[in-house]
C-alpha cells in the first residue's frame, strides 16, 4: 500500500446564491475594498489515504467527496491526489 495526499475544494453551485460570500462582499466594501465581486465561499479538505495505486485513491476520494463531504444538491467539488 502507498500513502497519497488528496486536496479537496468544495464550492457552493454557481447558480445557488452564497449568503457567506455575499456577507464577505459587503464587509469588504464597508472596509473600502471596492475591486471585488462575485465572492464565493466553500471549503478546503485536505486528507492522506492508503490505497493500492493512485486510481484506488481517487475512487475512495469520489466516493468520500458524494457519501460525505459535499452536498450534490447545493455543492461541487475538484480534487487532486499526489503520491507522498
Known amino acids: 500500500m502507498k500513502k497519497y495526499t488528496a486536496e479537496i475544494d468544495v464550492m457552493p453551485l454557481k447558480a ?50 458524494k457519501k460525505l463531504l459535499s452536498n450534490p444538491v447545493m455543492e461541487s467539488y475538484h480534487f487532486t491526489i499526489n503520491e507522498n
Open 16 to 65: 445557488l446564491l452564497d449568503p457567506q460570500g455575499k456577507a464577505v462582499g459587503h464587509g469588504l466594501k464597508n472596509m473600502g475594498i471596492n475591486a471585488v465581486e462575485n465572492i464565493r465561499i466553500g471549503k478546503h479538505i485536505s486528507m492522506e489515504i492508503e490505497a493500492s495505486s493512485k486510481d484506488d485513491a481517487s475512487k475512495k476520494v469520489e466516493e468520500a467527496c
